[in-house]
Structure formats: structure tokens, C-alpha cells
């Protein structure tokens, strides 16, 4: 019945977390790490709102603080009360509700990829003692609401759907309301350009498998989970990294059915992501926001434009093959390299389809970053997110095109609602 006892007892950071046993019929489980978070009620009244969903459910609550410092102990305590007195007030949710507070003073460099990793291992723990791997662990952060039909989906979507081994959910941060004042809106709505501008120009270079990868909008099952080796340690960009790990092997999706709802906050806790670059853009008073050249989209779409011709082609045209690669790319990969392992992925494969996955298992998502980095620090200048995503707009044959940031994000999240 347990299918990762052996994997908890040498990769898990903690032992049993939770005393009470699991409900054998529970197949979702929501992990939230929560660092300061004295609004932690606004989630929760969030997923007391979501239809009940053909299974049990649990919320862990991962509270903890990086240093364990008496500041910190204090923040914890404020957190978990926040957490109890919400409890008292509510009781007639329908999930298991766990706060766990872990000491977090023999880690060096806690951060959110550590919580993160604590929740899911525990939810894993869960699953192993009720047998049931194909449970579904989800990804979500205290600054969030979701969507009604976000358990239910997670669900019908994932849990009941065999061949499906995780997902990527829809996600729209907040950018309406009076909680926050509009420059901070404005420019949470400029990060999230940014990031459908990436999504979508990676899609327009031919990369496959192009997937959004955010904590606060993923969820995978049980034992594809224990398989990649479990969430890494990092202290931010742990999301990215632990998806990226996950889609090679299959049977992950975009969950566009459902939503989750980010808070546009401006914040310092993480080197990067939302809340650093909304903090930046607001104390620079900045108007735009500098992403990748489309240039950089263009090159790759011309580099994998050649693979067919790559496998049909003997090894002895590798090099004119080269030389019609785009001169960025040629500086980022020798005309050696590229022969060498052209050569190599033809010698291992039988057809054109199995030649584009070995060469794109070679050139994924983490070459196709790195590539990126390197062409914008030594060839392209990074441009205006405004200038990058109404040229891109226009080059996926879309000609009526806004200026203003807002208007250009409502077209991308309705490329991406409608599966493109």
C-alpha cells in the first residue's frame, strides 16, 4: 500500500507532522507556507467558499519564519493565532484544517522553496499512509484567493483523470479594489504583462511544452511528486525549477477551468517574483517595465526551424546547417557543440519525432532561459514590456493592439483562457 516510506525516511525534512490519521477517502491537499501573514483569514474564507469537491480535503498551513529570531517567534505566534481565531469563528468548513509551525534554525537559507517542500513532503506523508498515490497535492500562497470551483476542479481535472500527473492553474492577479492604491495595481499589471509576454513568446518560438510556473498556481500528485525527487531547497524560483523537473515525464496541463487570484503586494521577502518587482517599480516611479527582446523569440523560432532539416540531412551537413542559424545562437553554441550533439541525438533515434524530443531534451526550457540571459547581455538590449508584447500581438496576427499595459494583459489572458 505505502508507496514512498522509503523516500520520506531519507528525503523528508521533518518527521510526522500531523498526529491525527488521514481520512482515507482524502484526495486533496493544499499546502500554504505562511511568513507574516496576519491576513491569512482572507485565503481561508476564500477555500470555505469553494464547492465541496467528491473527496475529503486538508489545509496545510506551513507558519515559519527564516531566522527564528524573537521578532520572528512573535510574527509565528501572531500568525498561527490569526489562523485559531479563525477557526473559532468558522465551523462549518468542510476541510481538515492543520497549522504546523516547524523550527526552522537547523536550515540555512530557509525560504519559500524549504515551506514549501515541509507542506508537500507532509502531504505526501498523508497519501503514503492511506495508500493513495495518485493524491493531489496543490500549491498556493496566504496572500491568495481562489476561484469557486478551484477544489472541484483540481478534482475532476486531476485526481479522476488518470494519465494526468499535474498542472499549471489559471492565475490573475488582483488589479481591482481599494485595498491597495492604484500605482502598486499598475504596476502588479506590468509584472503580470511580463510574464504572459514570456509565456507567449516562448510558445511563438516553437519551444514545447510551455507551461506558467508559479508557487501559488500548481498542483501535481503524490507519487510524480516522489518520482522528481520532491520540491527543491531554494529560496525563491523553487516553483520554476520543481515544474520544470515534472514536465518531461508527462501528463502535465493547463488547468484553465478554475482560477487562482495573487495579491498585487509589494514585498521584500523573496528575491524575485511579484512582490520584489512591484516593489521596485513603485519606489523608482518607474512607467514600464524592461523585458526580453522579441529578437531573442525571433532567433529561437529560426533555430528550431532547422530540426527537420537537421534529421533529414546527413551529419556531413551539419555545418551548412550552422551556418544558417541565427548569429546569436551561433555565439551561444559553437559550431563544434552543435555538430557533435546533432550528431549524437541523430545516431539515437529512429524518426523525426523521436529526433525533436531527444533535441529538445537537450535544448529545454533551462537552455532556452540561459540562452536568453546570455544573448541579452552580450547582443540585445531588453526593451519596454508595452514595446515587446504589442509587437509579439501583432506578429501572432492580432492588429487591433492597446498601448496601456491593462489593455495589452486582457488580450494575452484571453489568448491563454482560450488554450493558446
Known amino acids: ?32 507556507p505562511a511568513y507574516n501573514e496576519p491576513g491569512i483569514a482572507d485565503v481561508l474564507n476564500s477555500l470555505k467558499a469553494c464547492d465541496e469537491p467528491d473527496c475529503r480535503t486538508e489545509i496545510l498551513i506551513i507558519v515559519n519564519s527564516p531566522l527564528q529570531s524573537n521578532t520572528d517567534q512573535e510574527t509565528d505566534k501572531a500568525t498561527l493565532a490569526s489562523i485559531e481565531k479563525w477557526k473559532n469563528e468558522n465551523h462549518d ?6 497549522p504546523l509551525c516547524v523550527d526552522t534554525s537547523p536550515f540555512t537559507g530557509w525560504g519559500a522553496g524549504l515551506a514549501r517542500k515541509t507542506g508537500m513532503d507532509e502531504a505526501v506523508r498523508r497519501f503514503n499512509n492511506t495508500g493513495r498515490s495518485e493524491g493531489v497535492i496543490a500549491s498556493l500562497d496566504a496572500d491568495c484567493v481562489v476561484e469557486k470551483n478551484y477544489l472541484t476542479a483540481l478534482c475532476n481535472e486531476l485526481l479522476k483523470r488518470k494519465e494526468r500527473s499535474g498542472c499549471s492553474i489559471s492565475f490573475e492577479h488582483q488589479l481591482a479594489g481599494s485595498q491597495y492604491p492604484e500605482t502598486i495595481l499598475k504596476a502588479a499589471a506590468l509584472y503580470e504583462l511580463h510574464m504572459r509576454y514570456f509565456y507567449q513568446g516562448l510558445k511563438y518560438s516553437g519551444l514545447p511544452h510551455v507551461f506558467h510556473t508559479i508557487g501559488s498556481a500548481f ?17 525563491a524560483g523553487e516553483d520554476f525549477w520543481f515544474i520544470q523537473k515534472l514536465i518531461p515525464a508527462g501528463g502535465w496541463f493547463s488547468l484553465n477551468t478554475t482560477k487562482v487570484y495573487p495579491s498585487p503586494r509589494p514585498s ?22 524592461l523585458t526580453y527582446n522579441i529578437r531573442g523569440f525571433r532567433e529561437l523560432r529560426s533555430l528550431f526551424g532547422v530540426i527537420d532539416r537537421a534529421f533529414h540531412h546527413g551529419t556531413e551537413q551539419n555545418s551548412f546547417i550552422y551556418g544558417d542559424i541565427p548569429c546569436g545562437v551561433q555565439l551561444f553554441i559553437s559550431e563544434k557543440e552543435w555538430c557533435e550533439r546533432i550528431k549524437e541525438i541523430k545516431t539515437n533515434t529512429s524518426g523525426l519525432q523521436s529526433f525533436k524530443k531527444r ?17 541579452h547581455k552580450n547582443i540585445l538590449s531588453r526593451v519596454p514590456v508595452t514595446v515587446s508584447a504589442r509587437e509579439l500581438l501583432h506578429s501572432l496576427g492580432i492588429n487591433s493592439v492597446p498601448d496601456d499595459p491593462e489593455g495589452l494583459l486582457m488580450i ?3 489568448l491563454e483562457d482560450d488554450g493558446q
Open 93 to 98: 468548513y468542510f476541510f481538515r484544517l492543520y
Open 1 to 32: 500500500m505505502a508507496f514512498a516510506s522509503e523516500w520520506l525516511d531519507t528525503r523528508a525534512l521533518f518527521p510526522d507532522l500531523i498526529i491525527e490519521a488521514p481520512d482515507g477517502e482524502t484526495g486533496v491537499i493544499v499546502v500554504i
Open 219 to 235: 498542483a501535481v500528485k503524490a507519487f510524480p511528486y516522489v518520482r522528481s525527487g520532491g520540491m527543491n531547497r531554494r529560496q
Open 359 to 375: 533535441f529538445f531534451n537537450w535544448f529545454n526550457m533551462f537552455r532556452t532561459v540561459k540562452y536568453l540571459n546570455f544573448v
Open 412 to 414: 494575452c489572458r484571453a
Open 268 to 289: 521584500g521577502r523573496v528575491p524575485f517574483g511579484t512582490g520584489p518587482v512591484v516593489a521596485r517599480i513603485v519606489s523608482e516611479n518607474q512607467k514600464d517595465l
